[in-house]
């Protein structure tokens, strides 16, 4: 299921193609390079995510059904999963920032389609006619 920011995106990546020009492509270009890349990034805070619910969960039962457990596990375990859960949270939130950064950058790329775009439809339909919403049909 696409959201609707992926629906304007295709919708945009769709329009200009009907642009002649080699600046299309290298825009075509690094639409489809910051999708996959922010694709990359999504499925990797996912797993970050799993892998913090894992330890949560893991340290859960240890505390609850396990008697004297930080004392009674060998104290490497309990450190590394520590250092893991540390470690997962961390890239979760650096995943977090780089996911932002990507959707800015194809929120300019986006941009950069829109005006392309209205700039193609110009050049062939002439200058819109400038027309107030609040108007209501013509002719009244």
Known sequence: MMSEHQIHTDFLRQCILYEE??????LEEGIARVQRDARCVRRAAWLMAILIALIV???GYGTVLVDNFPYNAPQFVVNLIFAVGLGAL???LAFAGLGMVYRKKLDQHREECRQRVARLLESRLGKPV???WRDGPAGD
Do not use: H, P
């Open 130 to 132: 400038a027309t107030s």
């Open 57 to 59: 969960i893991g340290l």
């Open 90 to 92: 961390i890239s979760l």
């Open 21 to 26: 020009g080699a600046g299309r492509q290298e």
